[in-house]
């Protein structure tokens, strides 16, 4: 993408019109990783290994969207993800801290419900299969339902 002009954007490899535009920037890390010793991935997040560990660091690790993880590039930024990746974080830490060497790794799945407040789509993939099922009223009241026993835990 070059540019956005007041009725078109104007891309590399040409340019389309365009009534409304809606631009999501792309994610980076946060601003005070660069001035810090911790190893970046190329898109600006904390680089860690398939068991969370931060390369050259002892007993230091990285879960959710500020790692940059080894695995498949659909791998999600998601709240899923951050809890999968905690578990393991959480494991190797205290193994390591008992002596030992963790090697607990994470299951990549993305799993969604996008809640459009009167139905919802639900989008799961992992490295065997992708399901999107079409929205309907079922998975609203599915996420809310979720969203209350999640945070039940921490109440
Ligand atoms: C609109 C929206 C909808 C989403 N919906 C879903 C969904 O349906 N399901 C799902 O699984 N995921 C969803 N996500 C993604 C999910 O929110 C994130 O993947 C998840 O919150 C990542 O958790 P995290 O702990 O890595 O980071 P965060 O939740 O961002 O937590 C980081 C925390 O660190 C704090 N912080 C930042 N800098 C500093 C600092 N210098 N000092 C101290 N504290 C600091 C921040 O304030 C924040 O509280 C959604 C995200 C968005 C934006």
Redesign the pocket.
Known sequence: MLRFEADKVVTEGGEFAADLILFMPGLTG?A?LEHSALPRSPGGMVAADAQCRVAGFERVYV????GSFPGPDWMP??????DLQAEAAAHNLLAELAGGRGERGFKVELV????AIDQGTLVYRTEQQQIVLPPNRLMHWA?RSFERRYLRHYQ
């Open positions: 946060p005070w879960v959710g969207d500020s930024k998601q709240a899923h993800m951050a969604c419900i996008i809640d996420k």
